[in-house]
């Protein structure tokens, strides 16, 4: 089995904007990791790989390191989000005047998912001292749309970017590899 054809059914769900048959497909992957790793190699550290990209849909395979976090941020899309192996805790904020603050939150383990709005703003912990590891579906061109992130300290807003996500992962996966 190839990539494509293991994510087949979750690109048509996708492209034909049926949210509730994306998470049901996302949900039958990350349940049978065997199925998935038929048609991806396994991540050795953390990384983040596009599986499918175009401008309707972007899937993603995302591996979180020991103990990762990725503040605040936004997808200007919808987004869903499975875990095949791990825990990855969310916290949710929605938009107060100029700032953000704190509106609940979620934690996802093995086999289970979550779907996203596009307005949804949140943050993303491993708090596990092991990997974590997802599919990510996004209604859009993921790594090209313009979005924002929020400073931790301030929860000021400005300017994020699938390119300095990328780098990030790329930084926690040389980490990983040198026992870090």
């Known amino acids: 089995m190839d990539t494509a054809e293991a994510l087949s059914d979750i690109v048509a769900a996708a492209t034909a904007r049926d949210l509730p048959a994306v998470r049901e497909e996302v949900s039958r992957l990350v349940a049978d990791p065997a199925k998935l790793f038929a048609a991806i190699p396994e991540a050795e550290g953390p990384l983040m790989q596009p599986l ?12 979180w390191g020991p103990r990762m976090y990725l503040g605040p941020h936004d997808h200007h899309m919808w987004a869903c989000i499975g875990i095949y192996s791990g825990r990855e805790d969310s916290q949710l904020y929605r938009r107060e005047g100029s700032t953000i603050e704190s509106s609940g939150g979620h934690s996802l383990d093995t ?33 090209t749309e313009p979005r924002s992130e929020w400073a931790v300290e301030t929860m000021a807003e400005s300017p994020s970017s699938g390119q300095r996500v990328r780098e990030m992962f790329t930084r926690h996966a040389e980490a990983y590899a040198a026992g870090n």
Do not use: C, K, Q
């Not at 499918?52 to 591996?63: G, I, L, R, W």
């Open 111 to 143: 086999g289970e998912t979550v779907m996203l709005g596009e307005t949804a703003i949140h943050s993303v912990h491993n708090p596990l001292g092991r990997l974590t590891g997802a599919i990510h579906v996004y209604g859009g061109a993921f790594l």
């Open 52 to 63: 499918h990209v175009a401008d309707d849909v972007t899937v993603m395979h995302v591996v």
